[in-house]
C-alpha cells in the first residue's frame, strides 16, 4: 500500500510541477523564437566539432521547443493530448531508440521502439487530466479493438482454404522465376501474390493487439488512480477541459 500511495503521490507532484512549467513558459514566450535560433546554432556547432549524437539533440531539442505553443495545455484538451501522444510521442521514441541502438549492440529497433513508445504513452496518460486520458484511452482502445476484430475475420475468411504464401517456392522453385511469372501474368503467380498481400495485411492488424493491450491497461490504471484520488482527497490540477489560453481548443 505505501508503494502505491507513494507512487500516485509522485504522478500527482509531476501534474502539479507540469502546471508550474507551463505557467512560466506562457510568461516567457516571446523569448521563444530566441531560444530557437540559439539552440540551433549550438547544435550546428557541437556537429561540425564531430559531437553529432550530442549535436543532433539539441537541435531536436530546440525544434520541440518551438513546437510547445501547439501542446501548452495538453493534459487538458483531448486534440493537443492526441497530437503529443500519437505525433510527438512518435519523434521523441525514434530518437531514444536510436541512442539506445547506439549504446546497445544488438537491440532490436523495432522492439526497442515499440516498448519506448508504449511505455511513454502510459506514462502520459498517467499524468495527464484522468477524464481526459480516460476519453482518449477509451476512444483508442475501441477503435483499435474494432478494426482488428473485422480485419482480422475478413482477412481469415479470404484466406480459407488458400495455401501459405511461402509455398510459392514450390511451384516456382526461385524468386526470379516467380517474378518472371508475375510479368507474365501467371494466374497461380497472381494467386501468390494477392496471398502474400493479404498475409501483410493480417500482420497489420495483429499489430493492434499491443495498442489494444496499453489502452486497456491505461484505462485500469486511470481509474484505479481516480479511486486513490477520491480515497486520499487529494485533487489533481484541474482547468477547464479543452483549455486553452486562447480559449480556441475547444476539444
Known amino acids: 500500500m505505501k508503494f502505491v500511495d507513494g507512487f500516485f503521490t509522485w504522478i500527482l507532484s509531476i501534474q502539479n510541477l507540469l502546471e508550474k512549467i507551463e505557467g512560466w513558459y506562457r510568461s516567457r514566450r516571446k523569448y521563444v523564437p530566441w531560444v530557437y535560433r540559439s539552440t540551433f546554432m549550438i547544435g550546428v556547432v557541437l556537429i561540425l566539432l564531430k559531437l553529432v549524437m550530442l549535436g543532433e539533440l539539441v537541435i531536436i531539442s530546440g525544434v520541440v521547443f518551438a513546437g510547445v505553443d501547439n501542446i501548452i495545455g495538453w493534459k487538458h484538451s483531448v486534440r493537443r493530448w492526441l497530437k503529443l501522444c500519437v505525433v510527438y510521442n512518435l519523434f521523441f521514441s525514434l530518437v531514444l531508440t536510436e541512442i539506445v541502438q547506439g549504446m546497445v549492440k544488438g537491440a532490436i529497433a523495432d522492439i526497442v521502439f515499440v516498448i519506448i513508445y508504449l511505455l511513454v504513452w502510459v506514462f502520459l496518460s498517467l499524468i495527464s487530466n ?41 511451384y516456382f522453385q ?28 493480417e500482420t497489420a ?21 481516480g479511486y486513490w484520488v477520491e480515497k486520499n482527497r487529494t485533487p489533481e490540477p484541474e482547468k477547464k477541459i479543452g483549455y486553452s489560453e486562447e480559449a480556441t481548443d475547444t476539444y
Open 205 to 225: 492488424f495483429l499489430s493492434l493487439l499491443p495498442v489494444i493491450g496499453v489502452s486497456a491497461l491505461c484505462i485500469i490504471m486511470i481509474k484505479i488512480k
Open 174 to 201: 526461385t524468386d526470379e522465376a516467380f517474378e518472371l511469372a508475375l510479368a507474365n501474368k501467371d494466374a497461380l503467380a497472381w494467386e501468390f501474390f494477392w496471398i502474400m498481400g493479404l498475409e501483410m495485411l
Open 130 to 170: 484522468s477524464k481526459v486520458a480516460l476519453l482518449v484511452n477509451e476512444i483508442v482502445s475501441g477503435i483499435a479493438a474494432t478494426i482488428f476484430t473485422i480485419g482480422t475475420y475478413l482477412v481469415s475468411m479470404a484466406l480459407k482454404n488458400k495455401p501459405a504464401s511461402s509455398n510459392y517456392l514450390l
